[in-house]
Nanobody
Framework: QVQLVESGGGLVQAGGSLRLSCAASGSIFSINRMGWYRQAPGKQRDLVATITKAGSTNYADSVKGRFTISRDNAKNTVYLQMNSLKPEDTAVYYC???????????WGQGTQVTVSS
């Protein structure tokens, strides 16, 4: 099993920055990919960014150039640095991990990000 705990959300003004953290525990050596998703009220959960075990990254078009996903293997933690935040970035942000031979998925509990205009 892989357990994920997010932190770092909060309230920020438009144009500001936040850094989210996702700490993984459990079967961390079986993790193939980690990512961040977000879900605004009344909307579906959408991909924000992913990072593979090899370090390849992928971003949603809406966040390219503003958000950066990174990882610290020593701390088993993935980060999402969010700059130039906009009100439309307001959502609950979830961390996920794809792990194991049969590509199981774990989710974190989510962290609220609110961007005021």
């Amino acid at each position: 099993q892989v357990q994920l705990v997010e932190s770092g959300g909060g309230l920020v003004q438009a144009g500001g920055s936040l850094r989210l953290s996702c700490a993984a525990s459990g079967s961390i050596f079986s993790i193939n990919r980690m990512g961040w998703y977000r879900q605004a009220p009344g909307k579906q959960r959408d991909l924000v960014a992913t990072i593979t075990k090899a370090g390849s990254t992928n971003y949603a078009d809406s966040v390219k150039g503003r958000f950066t996903i990174s990882r610290d293997n020593a701390k088993n933690t993935v980060y999402l640095q969010m700059n130039s935040l906009k009100p439309e970035d307001t959502a609950v942000y979830y961390c996920d991990a794809i792990w194991g031979d049969i590509a199981r998925r774990s989710w974190g509990q989510g962290t609220q990000v609110t961007v005021s205009s």
